[in-house]
């Protein structure tokens, strides 16, 4: 049973870089799609983009100029990376295994809230 | 690159069904048979319940089914149970290796 878990900062400065990482357990991350999504508060889901096991990604327009998915194989975690946070940042951020064959989110973390604040 | 409009809540009894509904455009919900539902209860992660559509994975109460025609998609509960209230999402392949999700609907069992 594959397990995902986000780690990284629950508040980070305006104008600053929130930087997250997911640690996949219970199967290798290897030959699979792997996902950000995240929830403002009391608001619904936003695709931030993905990322392949070969470190191929593909970005959610609205956010392509201030996001990047990075791997690495040998730890089986992926990472996020979000520049020039403002409060319009703020959520509940999740990682996801994404099956792109299908287009589905079948294992997913549990999340975690980031909060942009001074 | 707009969201899925979903109602933003809808409502029944138990033992009703209700369908929730799922709109986009031609770009997205029209063109691709990939169409997936998440059920999401409050401070959860979402949940998969149905995908291409109208596939329910493994362990998944046959009271949910999906649909498609045109540009909307639609999740059918039947056999509506108080465990159902949930928020529900639906989400679209939308071309370019994109995904787009949709706005959310609140299902209440009254």
């Known amino acids: 049973q594959v397990q995902l878990q986000e780690s990284g900062p629950g508040l980070v400065k305006p104008s600053e870089t929130l930087s997250l990482t997911c640690t996949v357990s219970?199967?290798?991350?290897?030959?699979?799609?792997w996902s950000w999504i995240r929830q403002p508060p009391g608001k619904g889901l936003e695709w931030i983009g993905h990322?392949?096991?070969?470190?191929?990604?593909n970005y959610n327009p609205s956010l392509k100029s201030r996001v990047t998915i990075s791997v690495d194989t040998s730890k089986n975690q992926f990472s996020l990376k979000l520049n020039f946070v403002t409060s319009a940042d703020t959520a509940v951020y999740y990682c996801?295994?994404?099956?792109?064959?299908?287009?589905?989110?079948?294992?997913w973390g549990q999340g975690t809230l980031v909060t942009v604040s001074s | 690159q707009s969201a899925l409009t979903q109602p933003a809540s809808v409502s029944g009894s138990p033992g009703q069904s209700i369908t929730i509904s799922c709109t986009g455009t031609?770009?997205?919900?029209?063109?691709?048979?990939?169409v997936s539902w998440y059920q999401q209860y409050p401070g959860k992660a979402p949940k998969l319940m149905i995908y291409?559509?109208?596939k329910r994975p493994s362990g998944v109460s046959n009271r949910f089914s999906g649909s498609k025609s045109g540009n909307t998609a639609s999740l059918t509960i039947s056999g509506l149970q108080a465990e159902d209230e949930a928020d529900y999402y639906c989400?679209?392949?939308?071309?370019?290796?994109?995904?787009?999700f949709g706005g959310g609907t609140k299902l209440t069992v009254l």
């Open positions: 996801a295994k994404y099956g792109m064959v299908n287009n589905y989110f079948d294992y």
């Open positions: 219970g199967g290798s991350i290897s030959g699979y799609y």
């Open positions: 990322i392949y096991s070969t470190g191929s990604t």
């Open positions: 031609s770009s997205d919900v029209g063109r691709y048979n990939l």
């Open positions: 291409e559509v109208n």
């Open positions: 989400c679209s392949y939308a071309g370019s290796s994109t995904l787009v």
